[in-house]
């Protein structure tokens, strides 16, 4: 089954009706879900990465994650603050077993993220550029999170570079949305060190499911109507590795929820405005700090998530993370 569109909002709006209506019931062990097998996904416009919905508009929870990729670490202590779930996924409460950054950017010594882009250099047709990430090990036993994902393959094609993600199992409601974020975030990034232009996003899925208990949230989300589609500005050019590190710094800083002027930093608007994405997670419930931050926002697009920010239950402090400094 194939679903094909510019936004994943459009991909989102035929998909969820589908797997309603006419996806296969299925007991699985994390609950009662409908089911549909092989299900491939084409997004024409990778920057189109975040819902316009208030429901499925999670650039926080997403960011986060992303970022927590690229500390090449499963540490659970970096990502409970943005997706606190992940608490129950771990088996030393310490490390998420599933974790995708050391697999991305240390798999048995092995820098995939790297030798993807050392592949690509060396020959522009290679069809080598492949990321593993789904490991023999992880079924060697009965861990408590293991990969969805198996495989991201990064093809260039007449300068443009595509990205295909295959996946052995993806619930649609909560994990589709921050799988398509990540993976085009990085897809964005080996094209501007590879100086390239952006090509599709493909996403073949083994079993696409709804899990039951989120049938009432997806029907909301399809009930909210149609928003303005607005992608994300370009990643600006040159090798962004430098201005993620620099990200990073900043992180440490918001997370113990210290006072930061993004605009300060030295870095182009595009990282300064995720920078003050992280300072209004953290910041939320705090209805004068997230004024004067939406007002700083230099995409217009990013102010929208802002609201959904106000009167929640403020974050509690949180200790820096540990863990190897990223790229």
Known sequence: MHFHAATLDD????LYPVLMERGAPVAASRGANSELIGVQLELDTPRAR??????RGRPFSALGEFLWYLTEDNRL?????????YAEDSDDGLTVHGGYGPRIFGQRGHDQFENAIRQLTASSTSRRAVIQIFDAEDNAKRFKEVPCTTTLQFLLREGRLHLIATMRSNDAYLGLPHDVFCFTMLQEMVARIMDVDLGSYRHFVGSMHMYDKNRTAARQYLDEGFQRNVEMPPMPQGDPRPAIRRLFDA??????????????????SYWADLVRLLQIH?????????????GQLVHPGYRT???GQRGKNPLQMIEPAQGALPL
């Open 11 to 14: 991909i989102l709006r035929e």
């Open 50 to 55: 975040l819902s316009r919905t208030e429901t």
């Open 77 to 85: 202590d970096f990502i409970r603050p943005y997706i606190p779930a």
């Open 251 to 268: 992180e440490r800083i918001v997370r113990t929820q210290q006072q930061l002027d993004a605009g300060s930093l030295g870095l182009d």
């Open 282 to 294: 953290f910041a939320q419930g705090n209805d004068a700090q997230l004024n004067a931050l939406r």
């Open 305 to 307: 998530f802002v609201e």
